[in-house]
């Protein structure tokens, strides 16, 4: 703790010289053959978790081979060295000096992180990307966060994902009314409106929770991860689409006090590590949603069901109701919102030219 409170100290200062305009002075405790830093990074999700927690592991990795070694990053999963939802404030406080998460738990914090994760019938990953890469939104996102001294990277998105598994069917809105799910973000708001009890839980103890009763449905990903964790042997039905999470942005935290203290090349490297594993992550469910999508079907015989046309409209409708509501609550919220739905607008008319149509064509 010592070693290390002495490596920040001493790149603080490298990081001061370079407002001085010294570049050659720039980060003289990790320049090429100086000691390494070694941080550690929490997350969210069990250990090694396909997709979610094998993408941390990525990017850790990812990190220290760019930078030879120079910043290492030792990944723990949830409740290894905090508990998963404890991420936010351990990277905040300096106890990790990076985490891996959903910027929706933290609506706690910030209502407007909501909008940085997750929308029901909002923006899928193509659209999240492009509002946070060059629309506007990651410079939101980096001001939500200074507050808390932490600096945000888009770290991985699962694709559109299911509306979950239930232990019974949904025939109209009336089924929601007194249902136990685990929800969590805006999704979870809007069951609420519409009589439902919504929870968050953690991913490690969706399947004991779904298979003792305490909840009656939930939603987790889709059907790479709810494979893993064996949904189907506790609930018979599953529906999509997932309406509540069209495309969410998993996020890298880092400290900001660490994070400034970086020399710009470990600076570059952090940012671009994140962004290649945010697009690795989304290319992995691509493709192994749809080989466990086979295994569901043809092995466990599970077979998928829409969700009702009515179920659907409730939950439209309740959701623009939701979204307004969350927006108007601050100010920062409204600016988020502001922007997110202009982004969206104009994605959605894009689209419909372009990605919809040619998936209605193909
Ligand atoms: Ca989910």
């Not at 936010?88 to 959903?102: C, E, I, L, R, Y």
């Not at 439902?196 to 969706?206: D, F, H, M, R």
């Amino acid at each position: 703790m010592n070693r290390r409170k002495f490596v920040v100290a001493t790149t603080l200062t490298a990081g001061s010289l370079t407002a001085c305009g010294k570049p050659e002075a720039i980060g003289t405790a990790v320049a090429p053959g100086a000691k390494p830093l070694h941080w550690k990074m929490v997350t969210s999700w069990p250990a090694n978790f396909p997709g979610l927690g094998a993408g941390a592991a990525r990017l850790a990795e990812m990190i220290g081979r760019m930078s030879g070694g120079r910043l290492t990053v030792k990944v723990f999963g949830g409740g290894e060295l905090v508990p998963p939802f404890e991420v936010f404030d351990a990277v905040s406080q300096g106890t990790a000096q990076m985490g891996h998460s959903g910027a929706y738990y933290w609506k706690g914090k910030a209502e407007a992180a909501q909008f940085f994760c997750a929308v029901p019938f909002g923006m899928n990953a193509q659209e999240m990307n492009g509002w946070l890469y060059h629309g506007g939104g990651m410079e939101l996102w980096r001001e939500l966060y200074a507050k808390f001294n932490l600096v945000p990277f888009a770290a991985g998105n699962t694709g559109v994902q299911c509306a979950g598994w239930f232990r019974k069917e949904i025939r109209s809105v009336g089924d929601l009314k007194g249902l136990k799910m685990r929800i969590p973000g805006l999704g979870g708001e809007v069951l609420q409106r519409l009589g439902g009890s919504p929870v968050n839980i953690p991913g490690a103890e969706l399947f004991t929770a779904l298979q003792t009763g305490a909840i009656d449905a939930t939603e987790w990903v889709g059907p790479y991860n709810d494979l893993a964790f064996g949904l189907h042997t506790v609930a018979q039905h599953c529906y999509y689409p997932g309406w509540q999470e069209p495309g969410p942005t998993l996020e890298c935290m880092v400290n900001k006090t660490a994070f400034d203290a970086l020399p710009d090349d470990l600076k570059a490297i952090v940012e671009a590590a994140a962004r290649a594993i945010n697009d690795d992550m989304l290319a992995d469910y691509t493709t192994q949603n749809q080989r466990a999508l086979d295994t569901l079907e043809k092995e466990h015989g599970v077979a998928l069901k829409p969700l009702p046309p009515d179920v659907l409209a409730a939950l439209r409708s309740t959701s623009a109701q939701v979204v307004e509501e969350i927006a108007n609550k601050d100010p920062f919220s409204a600016r988020v919102y502001a922007s997110y739905r202009t982004y969206l607008d104009g994605a959605r008319r894009w689209h419909e030219v372009s990605e919809a149509a040619y998936y209605a064509a193909r």
